[in-house]
Nanobody, 124 residues
Framework: QVQLVESGGGLVQAGGSLRLSCAAS????????MGWFRQGPGKEREFVAA????????YYADSVKGRFTISRDNAKNTVYLQMQSLKAEDTAVYYC?????????????????WGQGTQVTVFS
């Protein structure tokens, strides 16, 4: 199994920035792709971004492209989501997920393990 722990959420004013972290542990050798998803109040969970642990490649939802950046630190088994120019509609619980497929996918079914989530609230 892979254990995932998110951190870095909080309350931020619109236009501000936050950086989320996701620390992976356990059988990380079975993890090839990491993704960030979010679920806003009264909304379904949606894809935000994905990255491979090796081999390059990132993938973003159109709603965050140009504002969010996903990155990784393989030595720390940690994935980050740098969020800038935050909007009220970015308010959500953000989850990281680990996938054993090499495909950068926006489909939640492609991910096997999930963290507990971290709350991001953007106020105007």
């Amino acid at each position: 199994q892979v254990q995932l722990v998110e951190s870095g959420g909080g309350l931020v004013q619109a236009g501000g920035s936050l950086r989320l972290s996701c620390a992976a542990s356990g059988r990380t050798g079975s993890s090839y792709v990491m993704g960030w998803f979010r679920q806003g109040p009264g909304k379904e969970r949606e894809f935000v971004a994905a990255i491979r642990w090796s081999g390059g490649g990132t993938y973003y939802a159109d709603s965050v492209k140009g504002r969010f950046t996903i990155s990784r630190d393989n030595a720390k088994n940690t994935v980050y989501l740098q969020m800038q120019s935050l909007k009220a509609e970015d308010t959500a619980v953000y989850y990281c997920a680990s996938g054993s497929s090499f495909i950068l996918s926006m489909a939640s079914r492609r991910y096997d393990y999930w963290g507990q989530g971290t709350q991001v609230t953007v106020f105007s």
